[in-house]
């Protein structure tokens, strides 16, 4: 069974530039996730999908940072203009059912971004 | 607010037993265990999860208090592979719990 997809895997950038990544969940899960990594911490929630729905986006910085999901499977994330914060690995995910808390949620590997 | 608490770093050699800790002194009835591992420059992925009952895989064995309020990862023999950051998350049924959300860790070394 194939995995979850991202791309690009790495990105570098200007501050004040956009960047987008593009992220393809296991086939038939429903809900997809989208995670910022930066270095030493443990990932943090950014935006959650059901379908093509919003379930949760409470921590996103939406003055800058937009997700969709259109058609309820590819995902993209994008930022603009990007600031050095936000240099950090975005991590995509998806799992079968929303909100079980026994459902098993699978990470892909990551785009890393580096701002400078 | 963390709901878990890990030792930050973990010590190893290979081939002998693990015995990763994690304290959940606010678990909630309903709340499941899981723990997902990190390697490095990887996602995470998930190792185990449980409820009540102590759970064994392929991966791992998960052995919760009988009062919930805490458990401990078993890596039976660790490898080299083995050396990665394991989280221990909560994981409940309403809210901001339905989430997972990840701590800091445990960063496991092992010794060859």
């Known amino acids: 069974e194939a995995g979850v997809a991202q791309s690009p895997r790495y990105k570098i950038i200007e501050k004040r530039q956009s960047v987008a990544f593009w992220c393809n969940p296991i086939s038939g899960h429903a809900t997809l996730y989208w995670y910022q990594q930066i270095l030493g911490q443990g990932p943090k929630l950014l935006i959650q999908?059901?379908?093509?729905?919003?379930?949760?986006d409470s921590q996103l910085p939406k003055d800058r940072f937009s997700a969709e999901r259109l058609k309820g499977v590819d995902s993209t994330l994008k930022i603009q203009p990007a600031k050095l914060e936000d240099s950090a690995v975005y991590l995509c995910?998806?799992?079968?059912?929303?909100?079980?808390?026994?459902?098993?949620?699978?990470f892909g590997e990551g785009s890393w971004l580096t701002v400078v | 607010d963390a709901k878990t608490t890990q030792p930050n770093s973990m010590e190893s050699n290979e081939e002998e037993p693990v015995h990763l800790p994690c304290n959940h002194s606010t678990i909630s009835g309903t709340d499941y265990i899981h723990w997902y591992r990190q390697l490095p420059s990887q996602g995470p992925e998930y190792v185990i999860h449980?409820?009540?009952s102590n759970v064994n895989n392929r991966m791992a064995s998960l052995a919760i208090a009988e009062d919930r309020k805490s458990s401990t990862l078993i890596l039976h023999r660790a490898t080299l592979r083995d050396a990665a950051v394991y989280y221990c998350?909560?994981?409940?049924?309403?809210?901001?719990?339905?989430?997972?959300?990840f701590g800091s860790g445990t960063q496991l070394t092992v010794l060859p």
């Open positions: 995910a998806s799992s079968s059912r929303v909100g079980a808390p026994g459902n098993t949620i699978y």
């Open positions: 998350i909560l994981k409940g049924m309403r809210g901001s719990a339905r989430q997972l959300t």
């Open positions: 449980g409820l009540t």
């Open positions: 999908f059901q379908n093509n729905g919003v379930v949760d």
